[in-house]
């Protein structure tokens, strides 16, 4: 039978939603000590790579990720590499750590931009976990409009912004979409939501090497 669905090598440069799931749904995090080690695995990755996090939230199964890259294949998979092997010999396990190949998208516009890095925050809200993506530790709120972090850069996602309360109350309208929509259910139990499939609503993420 022909192959039906064609490879499509994936973009490498530019800014990119990430999504990284773990395998067989288990947990990727047991501690903060975990999630700080994944943490110093992507910068060190980013450094090497010349790339930049724009934004991240670490959850117990799932990663998400705003990011810029001139390498993203090298970048992404140098940081779950290193992370695996330490993770793998803490548990004494082997095997994959990650679904593979992580999942992305490039970001074309400043729309697209702005409602990543709103995803991005919301998913700790989504999950129950805080009700303001400022209670959750793992993730990137605390950096926006901070100057001086030489790890975490949001200043791409700041410059559409006037300034933090300017981020925030266009962040809380967001929410409220996503919350209204998320509370709206078809016929066959599925959220109306028209950015459920893809949160951010850009092209279908790529799957390639």
């Not at 999950?127 to 901070?146: E, L, M, N, V």
């Not at 791409?156 to 266009?170: A, G, H, P, Q, R």
């Not at 929509?181 to 139990?189: L, M, Q």
């Amino acid at each position: 039978m022909k192959k039906l669905i064609k490879d499509v090598p994936r973009e490498q440069s530019g800014i990119f939603g990430i999504s990284i799931y773990a395998n067989l749904n288990a947990a990727i995090f047991r501690d903060d000590e975990e999630r700080t080690t994944f943490m110093k695995c992507l910068f060190e990755s980013a450094n090497r790579y010349e790339g930049k996090i724009m934004d991240f939230i670490l959850e117990d199964t799932h990663i998400h990720l705003l990011v810029f890259a001139k390498y993203l294949s090298k970048m992404i998979g140098y940081a779950l590499r290193n992370f695996s092997r330490i993770h793998n010999r803490k548990h004494h396990k082997a095997g994959n750590l990650f679904v593979s190949p992580f999942q992305s998208f490039p970001i074309t516009s400043d729309k697209q931009l702005m409602n990543q890095s709103f995803y991005i925050m919301y998913n700790a809200v989504a999950a129950g976990q805080c009700t303001h993506p400022k209670d959750y530790k793992w993730c990137s709120w605390k950096y926006h409009f901070r100057e001086g972090d030489m790890h975490i850069d949001t200043s791409f996602v700041d410059s559409l912004f006037k300034d933090m309360n300017d981020y925030e109350k266009s962040y809380f309208a967001y929410q409220q979409v996503r919350e209204h929509c998320r509370k709206s259910r078809d016929a066959n139990g599925r959220y109306l939501d028209v950015q459920y499939v893809n949160p951010a609503g850009d092209p279908d993420a790529e799957l390639g090497d």
